[in-house]
Protein backbone atom coordinates (compact mmCIF):
# COMPACT_ATOMS: atom_id res chain seq x y z
CA UNK A 1 0.00 0.00 0.00
CA UNK A 2 1.44 3.42 -1.21
CA UNK A 3 0.57 5.66 1.56
CA UNK A 4 -1.20 8.48 -0.33
CA UNK A 5 -0.93 12.26 1.25
CA UNK A 6 -3.18 13.97 -1.03
CA UNK A 7 -5.10 13.25 -3.74
CA UNK A 8 -4.75 15.83 -6.38
CA UNK A 9 -5.83 16.26 -10.51
CA UNK A 10 -3.75 18.76 -11.64
CA UNK A 11 -2.77 19.41 -15.18
CA UNK A 12 -2.96 18.16 -18.81
CA UNK A 13 -3.61 14.38 -20.03
CA UNK A 14 0.12 13.86 -20.32
CA UNK A 15 2.17 11.32 -17.61
CA UNK A 16 1.31 10.65 -14.50
CA UNK A 17 2.81 11.80 -11.52
CA UNK A 18 2.68 11.61 -7.99
CA UNK A 19 4.97 13.83 -5.91
CA UNK A 20 7.17 13.77 -2.32
CA UNK A 21 5.71 15.78 0.27
CA UNK A 22 8.82 18.08 0.69
CA UNK A 23 7.61 19.61 -2.45
CA UNK A 24 5.48 22.37 -2.88
CA UNK A 25 1.81 21.61 -5.04
CA UNK A 26 0.11 25.54 -4.79
CA UNK A 27 -2.80 24.93 -2.75
CA UNK A 28 -1.56 21.61 -0.82
CA UNK A 29 0.35 21.68 2.56
CA UNK A 30 3.83 20.41 2.78
CA UNK A 31 4.07 18.25 5.79
CA UNK A 32 6.77 15.70 5.36
CA UNK A 33 5.11 12.93 6.68
CA UNK A 34 5.84 14.55 10.05
CA UNK A 35 2.59 15.10 12.92
CA UNK A 36 4.65 18.31 14.21
CA UNK A 37 3.73 19.92 10.56
CA UNK A 38 0.41 19.07 11.10
CA UNK A 39 -0.80 22.09 10.87
CA UNK A 40 1.27 23.65 7.66
CA UNK A 41 0.14 26.16 5.77
CA UNK A 42 -1.05 25.77 2.04
CA UNK A 43 2.16 26.21 -0.21
CA UNK A 44 0.98 29.77 -2.26
CA UNK A 45 2.89 28.43 -5.20
CA UNK A 46 4.90 25.08 -6.78
CA UNK A 47 8.00 24.31 -6.47
CA UNK A 48 10.17 25.15 -10.17
CA UNK A 49 9.88 21.10 -10.63
CA UNK A 50 6.28 20.95 -10.18
CA UNK A 51 6.04 24.17 -12.59
CA UNK A 52 8.15 22.28 -15.30
CA UNK A 53 5.76 19.47 -15.20
CA UNK A 54 2.74 21.30 -15.12
CA UNK A 55 3.80 22.96 -18.33
CA UNK A 56 4.79 19.71 -20.20
CA UNK A 57 1.14 18.74 -19.80
CA UNK A 58 2.01 15.73 -16.81
CA UNK A 59 -1.11 15.23 -14.35
CA UNK A 60 -0.29 15.30 -10.70
CA UNK A 61 -2.27 12.79 -8.91
CA UNK A 62 -1.47 12.89 -5.55
CA UNK A 63 1.16 13.77 -2.89
CA UNK A 64 2.71 10.69 -0.99
CA UNK A 65 4.39 9.60 2.03
CA UNK A 66 8.05 9.60 3.35
CA UNK A 67 10.06 8.49 6.24
CA UNK A 68 9.40 11.54 8.42
CA UNK A 69 11.04 14.86 7.68
CA UNK A 70 13.34 12.63 5.21
CA UNK A 71 15.41 12.18 7.66
CA UNK A 72 15.63 7.82 7.50
CA UNK A 73 16.64 5.41 5.37
CA UNK A 74 13.75 2.61 6.35
CA UNK A 75 10.59 4.09 5.16
CA UNK A 76 9.04 3.03 8.47
CA UNK A 77 6.64 5.86 9.66
CA UNK A 78 4.96 5.66 12.76
CA UNK A 79 2.72 8.53 12.23
CA UNK A 80 1.43 7.94 8.36
CA UNK A 81 2.13 4.41 8.03
CA UNK A 82 4.91 2.52 6.34
CA UNK A 83 4.16 1.15 2.82
CA UNK A 84 3.96 -1.92 1.52
CA UNK A 85 6.99 -2.87 -0.62
CA UNK A 86 5.43 -4.30 -3.63
CA UNK A 87 8.17 -6.47 -5.18
CA UNK A 88 9.17 -7.77 -2.08
CA UNK A 89 6.16 -7.99 0.63
CA UNK A 90 7.54 -7.99 4.13
CA UNK A 91 10.91 -6.06 3.49
CA UNK A 92 11.37 -2.43 3.88
CA UNK A 93 10.42 -0.05 1.23
CA UNK A 94 13.45 1.94 1.83
CA UNK A 95 13.68 5.51 2.63
CA UNK A 96 13.43 8.57 2.57
CA UNK A 97 11.39 8.69 -0.37
CA UNK A 98 9.13 5.22 0.13
CA UNK A 99 5.92 6.03 -0.96
CA UNK A 100 7.35 7.72 -4.64
CA UNK A 101 9.27 4.26 -4.23
CA UNK A 102 5.96 2.10 -4.03
CA UNK A 103 3.99 3.89 -6.05
CA UNK A 104 5.95 3.31 -9.18
CA UNK A 105 6.60 -0.30 -8.34
CA UNK A 106 2.97 -0.55 -8.29
CA UNK A 107 1.51 0.96 -11.11
CA UNK A 108 0.00 3.67 -9.99
CA UNK A 109 1.66 6.46 -11.89
CA UNK A 110 3.61 6.73 -14.65
CA UNK A 111 7.05 8.03 -12.44
CA UNK A 112 7.00 9.60 -9.25
CA UNK A 113 9.10 12.70 -8.16
CA UNK A 114 11.53 11.84 -5.13
CA UNK A 115 14.45 13.74 -3.17
CA UNK A 116 18.07 12.53 -2.37
CA UNK A 117 20.18 13.98 0.40
CA UNK A 118 21.68 10.56 1.16
CA UNK A 119 20.39 8.23 -0.97
CA UNK A 120 16.86 8.81 -0.41
CA UNK A 121 15.94 8.26 -4.18
CA UNK A 122 18.47 5.60 -4.41
CA UNK A 123 17.55 3.34 -1.58
CA UNK A 124 14.10 3.50 -2.27
CA UNK A 125 14.48 2.47 -5.95
CA UNK A 126 16.94 -0.33 -4.81
CA UNK A 127 14.24 -1.85 -2.02
CA UNK A 128 11.43 -2.11 -4.40
CA UNK A 129 12.99 -2.88 -7.70
CA UNK A 130 12.60 0.36 -9.96
CA UNK A 131 14.88 3.28 -11.18
CA UNK A 132 15.68 6.09 -9.54
CA UNK A 133 18.22 9.27 -10.35
CA UNK A 134 19.84 11.42 -8.97
CA UNK A 135 21.08 14.11 -11.21
CA UNK A 136 23.68 16.30 -10.91
CA UNK A 137 23.84 18.52 -7.92
CA UNK A 138 22.13 21.82 -8.75
CA UNK A 139 21.08 20.72 -12.08
CA UNK A 140 17.29 20.66 -11.42
CA UNK A 141 16.01 23.49 -9.17
CA UNK A 142 15.39 22.89 -5.51
CA UNK A 143 13.30 25.96 -5.20
CA UNK A 144 9.89 25.27 -3.08
CA UNK A 145 11.54 22.28 -2.22
CA UNK A 146 11.76 21.38 1.62
CA UNK A 147 14.44 21.76 3.34
CA UNK A 148 14.97 25.53 1.75
CA UNK A 149 19.01 25.00 2.48
CA UNK A 150 21.06 21.73 1.32
CA UNK A 151 24.50 21.50 -0.29
CA UNK A 152 23.71 17.90 -0.63
CA UNK A 153 19.84 17.60 -1.40
CA UNK A 154 18.77 16.60 -5.47
CA UNK A 155 15.00 16.46 -6.58
CA UNK A 156 14.78 13.21 -8.73
CA UNK A 157 12.35 11.09 -10.47
CA UNK A 158 11.70 7.31 -9.74
CA UNK A 159 10.02 5.04 -12.76
CA UNK A 160 9.61 1.59 -13.27
CA UNK A 161 11.44 1.52 -16.68
CA UNK A 162 14.18 3.56 -18.05
CA UNK A 163 12.56 4.91 -21.36
CA UNK A 164 10.06 6.30 -18.10
CA UNK A 165 12.91 7.68 -15.71
CA UNK A 166 14.28 9.35 -18.72
CA UNK A 167 11.09 10.82 -20.10
CA UNK A 168 10.80 12.13 -16.45
CA UNK A 169 14.59 13.78 -16.88
CA UNK A 170 13.19 15.66 -20.23
CA UNK A 171 10.12 17.01 -18.44
CA UNK A 172 11.90 17.95 -15.51
CA UNK A 173 15.19 19.65 -17.60
CA UNK A 174 13.91 21.09 -20.79
CA UNK A 175 18.11 22.12 -20.82
CA UNK A 176 18.61 18.20 -21.13
CA UNK A 177 19.92 17.44 -24.36
CA UNK A 178 19.24 14.34 -26.57
CA UNK A 179 21.06 11.62 -24.98
CA UNK A 180 24.15 11.03 -26.66
CA UNK A 181 24.42 8.01 -29.68
CA UNK A 182 27.49 5.61 -28.05
CA UNK A 183 30.28 5.35 -30.66
CA UNK A 184 31.68 2.76 -28.45
CA UNK A 185 31.41 0.50 -25.79
CA UNK A 186 31.33 1.94 -22.47
CA UNK A 187 34.27 1.94 -20.36
CA UNK A 188 33.06 0.83 -16.62
CA UNK A 189 35.22 1.65 -13.62
CA UNK A 190 34.41 -0.76 -10.90
CA UNK A 191 34.73 0.81 -7.46
CA UNK A 192 36.00 -1.59 -4.37
CA UNK A 193 33.44 -1.53 -1.54
CA UNK A 194 32.57 -3.64 1.04
CA UNK A 195 29.46 -5.59 0.24
CA UNK A 196 27.98 -8.94 0.55
CA UNK A 197 28.70 -11.93 -0.92
CA UNK A 198 25.48 -12.70 -2.37
CA UNK A 199 25.21 -8.55 -3.95
CA UNK A 200 29.08 -8.85 -4.94
CA UNK A 201 27.89 -12.18 -6.91
CA UNK A 202 24.80 -10.75 -8.43
CA UNK A 203 27.13 -7.87 -9.38
CA UNK A 204 30.04 -9.77 -11.13
CA UNK A 205 27.86 -11.72 -12.71
CA UNK A 206 26.07 -8.79 -14.37
CA UNK A 207 29.04 -6.81 -15.34
CA UNK A 208 30.87 -10.09 -17.09
CA UNK A 209 27.49 -10.90 -19.02
CA UNK A 210 27.53 -7.10 -20.32
CA UNK A 211 30.82 -7.90 -22.21
CA UNK A 212 31.77 -4.02 -21.44
CA UNK A 213 35.17 -3.09 -20.62
CA UNK A 214 35.84 -2.36 -16.69
CA UNK A 215 39.17 -2.05 -14.80
CA UNK A 216 39.11 -1.84 -10.85
CA UNK A 217 39.02 1.94 -9.13
CA UNK A 218 39.95 2.43 -5.78
CA UNK A 219 38.69 5.86 -4.18
CA UNK A 220 40.99 6.24 -1.12
CA UNK A 221 38.35 8.78 0.64
CA UNK A 222 35.34 6.83 0.15
CA UNK A 223 34.75 5.76 3.52
CA UNK A 224 35.34 9.45 4.93
CA UNK A 225 32.94 10.91 2.19
CA UNK A 226 30.41 8.78 3.98
CA UNK A 227 31.21 9.90 7.66
CA UNK A 228 32.01 13.65 5.99
CA UNK A 229 28.11 13.49 4.54
CA UNK A 230 26.78 12.34 7.53
CA UNK A 231 28.42 15.17 9.43
CA UNK A 232 26.95 17.61 6.92
CA UNK A 233 23.27 16.43 6.66
CA UNK A 234 22.89 16.01 10.51
CA UNK A 235 24.02 20.00 10.38
CA UNK A 236 21.92 21.06 7.68
CA UNK A 237 18.59 18.78 8.77
CA UNK A 238 19.30 20.20 12.26
CA UNK A 239 19.09 23.75 10.63
CA UNK A 240 16.03 23.43 9.30
CA UNK A 241 14.16 20.93 11.62
CA UNK A 242 15.94 20.71 15.03
CA UNK A 243 12.79 23.21 16.31
CA UNK A 244 10.63 20.69 15.95
CA UNK A 245 11.49 18.40 18.44
CA UNK A 246 10.53 20.81 21.07
CA UNK A 247 6.77 20.18 20.17
CA UNK A 248 6.77 16.62 21.36
CA UNK A 249 5.07 16.07 17.74
CA UNK A 250 8.36 14.56 16.16
CA UNK A 251 8.26 10.60 16.00
CA UNK A 252 10.60 9.17 18.48
CA UNK A 253 13.38 7.85 16.39
CA UNK A 254 13.81 10.85 14.20
CA UNK A 255 13.78 12.96 17.26
CA UNK A 256 16.63 10.96 18.52
CA UNK A 257 18.69 10.98 14.98
CA UNK A 258 17.69 15.09 15.17
CA UNK A 259 19.37 15.45 19.15
CA UNK A 260 22.43 13.62 17.77
CA UNK A 261 22.73 15.84 14.97
CA UNK A 262 22.41 18.56 17.26
CA UNK A 263 25.79 17.64 18.28
CA UNK A 264 27.70 18.63 15.06
CA UNK A 265 30.41 21.51 15.19
CA UNK A 266 32.05 23.91 13.60
CA UNK A 267 35.01 21.48 13.47
CA UNK A 268 32.90 18.39 12.15
CA UNK A 269 31.51 20.84 9.41
CA UNK A 270 35.40 21.91 8.21
CA UNK A 271 36.59 18.16 8.08
CA UNK A 272 33.58 17.34 6.42
CA UNK A 273 34.61 20.08 3.96
CA UNK A 274 38.30 19.19 3.43
CA UNK A 275 37.21 15.34 3.08
CA UNK A 276 34.22 16.80 0.14
CA UNK A 277 36.90 18.45 -2.08
CA UNK A 278 39.48 15.58 -1.64
CA UNK A 279 37.01 13.00 -2.89
CA UNK A 280 35.54 15.29 -5.33
CA UNK A 281 38.95 15.12 -6.64
CA UNK A 282 39.51 11.35 -6.85
CA UNK A 283 35.90 10.64 -8.26
CA UNK A 284 36.90 13.41 -11.06
CA UNK A 285 40.47 11.98 -11.66
CA UNK A 286 38.71 8.09 -12.06
CA UNK A 287 36.29 9.66 -14.63
CA UNK A 288 39.16 10.49 -16.60
CA UNK A 289 39.58 6.90 -17.40
CA UNK A 290 36.18 5.95 -17.47
CA UNK A 291 33.36 6.47 -18.85
CA UNK A 292 31.06 5.67 -15.45
CA UNK A 293 31.89 4.17 -11.96
CA UNK A 294 29.96 1.51 -10.88
CA UNK A 295 29.24 -0.17 -7.80
CA UNK A 296 26.15 -1.51 -5.82
CA UNK A 297 23.48 0.84 -4.76
CA UNK A 298 23.05 -1.32 -1.33
CA UNK A 299 25.86 -3.51 0.60
CA UNK A 300 23.20 -6.20 1.43
CA UNK A 301 19.65 -7.04 0.96
CA UNK A 302 16.67 -5.00 2.06
CA UNK A 303 15.94 -5.78 6.10
CA UNK A 304 12.51 -7.06 6.75
CA UNK A 305 10.42 -4.53 8.31
CA UNK A 306 10.48 -6.46 11.68
CA UNK A 307 14.07 -5.62 11.25
CA UNK A 308 14.64 -2.21 10.65
CA UNK A 309 13.14 -0.76 13.81
CA UNK A 310 16.20 1.35 14.95
CA UNK A 311 16.94 4.16 12.61
CA UNK A 312 20.49 4.70 13.27
CA UNK A 313 21.58 1.38 13.46
CA UNK A 314 20.55 0.56 9.65
CA UNK A 315 22.21 3.88 8.66
CA UNK A 316 25.27 1.77 7.10
CA UNK A 317 22.82 0.76 4.43
CA UNK A 318 23.36 4.48 2.77
CA UNK A 319 27.03 3.47 2.86
CA UNK A 320 27.66 3.35 -0.99
CA UNK A 321 25.53 6.04 -1.88
CA UNK A 322 25.83 8.68 0.37
CA UNK A 323 29.29 9.65 -1.08
CA UNK A 324 27.99 10.94 -4.10
CA UNK A 325 25.69 13.25 -2.60
CA UNK A 326 28.72 14.61 -0.90
CA UNK A 327 30.89 15.06 -4.05
CA UNK A 328 27.43 15.78 -6.37
CA UNK A 329 27.98 14.01 -9.01
CA UNK A 330 25.04 12.18 -10.88
CA UNK A 331 24.22 8.78 -9.80
CA UNK A 332 21.54 5.92 -11.54
CA UNK A 333 20.45 2.84 -9.21
CA UNK A 334 19.18 -0.07 -11.94
CA UNK A 335 16.99 -2.81 -10.25
CA UNK A 336 18.18 -6.36 -10.64
CA UNK A 337 17.49 -9.25 -8.58
CA UNK A 338 20.46 -11.98 -6.70
CA UNK A 339 20.53 -15.61 -6.89
CA UNK A 340 17.84 -15.80 -3.91
CA UNK A 341 15.53 -13.47 -5.98
CA UNK A 342 15.53 -10.12 -3.48
CA UNK A 343 16.33 -6.70 -4.78
CA UNK A 344 20.38 -5.57 -5.97
CA UNK A 345 20.59 -1.98 -7.10
CA UNK A 346 23.76 -1.10 -9.75
CA UNK A 347 24.65 2.25 -9.17
CA UNK A 348 26.17 4.18 -12.15
CA UNK A 349 28.04 7.87 -11.35
CA UNK A 350 29.28 10.08 -14.29
CA UNK A 351 30.99 13.04 -14.29
CA UNK A 352 29.08 16.40 -13.16
CA UNK A 353 26.67 17.94 -15.83
CA UNK A 354 27.06 14.10 -17.89
CA UNK A 355 23.61 13.14 -16.96
CA UNK A 356 22.64 12.32 -20.53
CA UNK A 357 25.71 10.31 -20.76
CA UNK A 358 24.74 8.52 -17.56
CA UNK A 359 21.10 7.64 -18.85
CA UNK A 360 22.40 6.67 -22.41
CA UNK A 361 25.49 4.15 -21.10
CA UNK A 362 22.77 2.45 -18.67
CA UNK A 363 20.38 2.24 -21.38
CA UNK A 364 22.88 0.08 -22.98
CA UNK A 365 23.57 -1.58 -20.10
CA UNK A 366 20.36 -2.54 -19.67
CA UNK A 367 20.38 -3.61 -23.26
CA UNK A 368 23.29 -5.95 -23.34
CA UNK A 369 21.70 -7.13 -20.11
CA UNK A 370 18.16 -7.86 -21.86
CA UNK A 371 19.66 -9.37 -24.73
CA UNK A 372 20.56 -12.66 -22.25
CA UNK A 373 17.28 -13.38 -21.81
CA UNK A 374 18.87 -14.40 -17.91
CA UNK A 375 15.99 -14.17 -15.13
CA UNK A 376 18.53 -12.43 -13.10
CA UNK A 377 18.05 -8.81 -15.40
CA UNK A 378 15.17 -9.39 -15.99
CA UNK A 379 13.38 -6.35 -14.14
CA UNK A 380 15.44 -3.79 -17.01
Request: glycine share 8%; net charge negative; proline share 7%.
Amino acid sequence: MTIVIEEMALGGSGPTVMVKDTIDVAGYPTRASSRALQDAPLATRHAVVIEALLAAGCRLTAKVGLHELAFGTTGINHYTGTPENPHYPGRIPGGSSSSSATAVAAGLCDFALGTDTGGSVRVPACCCGVFGFKPTFGRLSRAGVMPAQSSLDCVGPLAADLPRLIQAMQLLDPTLRPLPTLTQAPRLGVIQVAASAAVTQTLDALLAASELPQARVQLPSFDAAYTAGMAVINHETWTACGALVDSGLVGADVAGRLRAAAQTDAADLAAAETVRARFTAEVDAALQHCDVLVLPTMPDYPLAVADAADTRAVLGMTALVRPFNLSGHPALSMPFEGFDGLPVGVQLVAAKGADESLLAIASELARRLAAQGEPLWNRC
